[in-house]
T-cell receptor, first 113, second 113 residues
Framework: QKEVEQNSGPLSVPEGAIASLNCTYS??????FFWYRQYSGKSPELIMS????GDKEDGRFTAQLNKASQYVSLLIRDSQPSDSATYLC?????????????FGKGTKLSVIP | ETGVTQSPTHLIKTRGQQVTLRCSSQ?????VSWYQQALGQGPQFIFQ???????GRGNFPPRFSGLQFPNYSSELNVNALELDDSALYLC????????????FGNGTRLTVT
């Protein structure tokens, strides 16, 4: 069973701090990784995608990928109360004829004003 | 360019009944994927449709079935509803062969009583 693991949290950080969200995956040959943000009662919203080892920055968000360690993370700088949500890590399942994402259970982030 | 739209938004059904959920794909997309998200869990892949045929399926029983129409819109049908089918059902469209990230519709919240 190919899995994606996340710490369910909740993770609480003060406003203005850096929030660090982590994810590990079991499928060694996965090539595509995504972070989704989900507000309560809403559908997941894509915020970052990363395909190569290293860092990828987009505004206050930085995704980090280490394929050797099978680890992907998301850093949120200058956290705002509006960042309070559940963050879902997703991995593209390799070897399938279709485009299948395997999701972790999500990490709930609370940014305290 | 319109995004993915799903209907209905909310639905309440009784155990044993049947339900049909609908999804209109984003303009230019020929592939539709369906996911089930139970409370407190990440989305789980149900199946994907391409050229009106199922081309990938997750670990869901046969009472979960689908259709894709010539205009690429799709339906998800669930027969003999069970209490555990209560979940948020998400639809995403994409272009087959393009590993671009999935963008979800707003989802249908199904409650089975």
């Amino acid at each position: 069973q190919k899995e994606v693991e996340q710490n369910s949290g909740p993770l609480s950080v003060p406003e203005g701090a850096i929030a660090s969200l982590n994810c590990t995956y079991s499928d060694r040959v996965s090539q595509s990784f995504f972070w989704y943000r989900q507000y309560s009662g809403k559908s997941p919203e894509l915020i970052m995608s990363i395909y190569s080892n290293g860092d990828k920055e987009d505004g206050r968000f930085t995704a980090q990928l280490n394929k050797a360690s099978q680890y992907v993370s998301l850093l949120i700088r200058d956290s705002q109360p509006s960042d309070s949500a559940t963050y879902l890590c997703a991995v593209l399942l390799s070897g399938a004829g279709s485009y299948q994402l395997t999701f972790g259970k999500g990490t709930k982030l609370s940014v305290i004003p | 360019e319109t995004g993915v739209t799903q209907s209905p938004t909310h639905l309440i059904k009784t155990r044993g009944q049947q339900v049909t959920l609908r999804c209109s794909s984003q303009s230019g997309h020929n592939t539709v994927s369906w996911y089930q998200q139970a409370l407190g869990q990440g989305p789980q892949f149900i199946f994907q449709y391409y050229r009106e045929e199922e081309n990938g399926r997750g670990n869901f029983p046969p009472r979960f079935s689908g259709l894709q129409f010539p205009n690429y819109s799709s339906e998800l049908n669930v027969n003999a509803l069970e209490l555990d089918d209560s979940a948020l059902y998400l639809c995403a469209s994409s272009w087959q062969g393009n590993n671009s990230p999935l963008h979800f519709g707003n989802g249908t919240r199904l409650t089975v009583t």
